[in-house]
């Protein structure tokens, strides 16, 4: 079998088209601008790039990007006064922190520290709260993009096996219960799980979000089996050059699987095209007005 490749570049500029259609209404009706302030502490390279891209198409979606950069040794103490400056700030609806930060920050006090209604990440404890018990939310941007592309392919989730490899806090668990959520029965796989292939051979829906460079391979498949593969690692291609894979073999897994998202071009447009529709979700949730449909979990 040869697998479904599934285009999450070309599905993320369907929503990034709604959002700015939206945005376009919100502007002209009601004089609101949507906007987005992204935070990156420090100079990681691969962080500048995301924050790069974020700040582009949030702008060509219509609404406002602000960016704030600090150094790597800032003090915790500066960047809690930015986040309270930002949640203050009206014509912010949506606030980014990038993860990760520097050692001598505490992640979590940084993270419950924006408000809530404007964590456009999902990652305050309120809105992991909301997830978990089937509230209203801010949903995590990649584990919510990885949701909307099983339901583009699958239609319905319910009583699938969905595997989920990775357990961490902004991928793997609120994956997790974003497919309990849909009914299917989840399995959370990580570093301690005995007989991983043989787990994973079980998964109607694999989602690897792993950070190894094509740890899942072809025989870890059923035949048949939709792979969302999150992992984004840099390797070495010769010549002094890098390359993006996955977390799955591409080639192997694709001779066995239905479907899979190739990287790039699967689940990272999606989390982008995510954060944007949270951040108009914010704006729409702060003015009262009506939340455009099918944005959303
Ligand atoms: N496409 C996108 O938009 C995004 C992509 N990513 C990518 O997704 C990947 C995962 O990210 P993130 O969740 O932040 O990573 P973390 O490092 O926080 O978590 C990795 C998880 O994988 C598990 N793990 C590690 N080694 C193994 C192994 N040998 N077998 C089984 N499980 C293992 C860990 O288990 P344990 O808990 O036991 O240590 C952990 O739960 C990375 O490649 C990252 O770059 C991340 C965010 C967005
Ligand atoms: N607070 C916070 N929220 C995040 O959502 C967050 C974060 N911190 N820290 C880092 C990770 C990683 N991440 C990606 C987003 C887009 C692509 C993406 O668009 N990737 C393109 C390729 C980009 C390239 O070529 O480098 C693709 O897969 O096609 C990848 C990775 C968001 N993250």
Redesign the pocket.
């Known amino acids: 079998m040869t697998a479904t490749i599934i285009d999450?570049?070309a599905y993320a500029a369907t929503i990034r088209e709604k959002v700015a259609a939206h945005v376009a209404r919100l502007k002209d009706e009601m004089d609101i601008t949507p906007g987005l302030a992204v935070v990156l502490v420090g100079e990681d390279p691969?962080?500048q790039?995301?924050v790069r891209?974020?700040g582009r198409m949030t702008v060509e979606a219509g609404m406002q990007s602000f960016e704030h950069r600090l150094a790597e040794d800032t003090e915790e103490q500066e960047l809690l006064g930015l986040i309270q400056h930002l949640n203050a700030d009206p014509q912010v609806h949506g606030i980014?922190?990038?993860?990760?930060l520097p050692a001598h920050m505490n992640s979590d006090l940084v993270i419950n520290a924006v408000d809530p209604t404007k964590d456009v990440?999902g990652?305050h404890i309120l809105n992991v709260g909301r997830v978990a018990t089937g509230q209203a939310a801010m949903v995590?941007?990649?584990p919510l993009g990885c949701l909307m592309l099983l339901r583009q392919q699958l239609g319905s989730l319910e009583g699938k096996e969905a595997v989920v490899i990775g357990r961490s806090n902004?991928v793997g668990k609120p994956m997790a219960q974003l497919l309990l959520g849909d009914s299917a029965t989840v399995t959370v796989a990580h570093s301690r799980t005995q007989n991983l292939p043989e787990v994973v051979r079980r998964a109607d829906i694999v989602v690897a979000a792993v950070g190894r460079p094509g740890m899942v391979t072809g025989d870890w498949i059923k035949p048949g089996a939709t792979v969302i593969d999150v992992g984004?690692n840099r390797v070495d291609a010769g010549g002094g050059k890098t390359r993006?894979v996955g977390d799955c073999d591409f080639d192997s897994v694709s001779e066995v699987a239905g479907a899979i998202t190739p990287?790039?071009?699967?689940?990272?447009?999606m989390?982008?095209a995510c954060?944007l529709a949270n951040t108009l979700t914010a704006a729409c949730r702060t003015h009262g007005l009506p939340e455009p449909e099918g944005l959303t979990a």
């Open positions: 999450g570049k691969a962080s790039v995301y891209s974020k980014l922190v990038q993860l990760p990440d990652f995590p941007c990649t902004i984004i993006l990287v790039p071009g699967g689940v990272g447009p989390t982008i954060l």
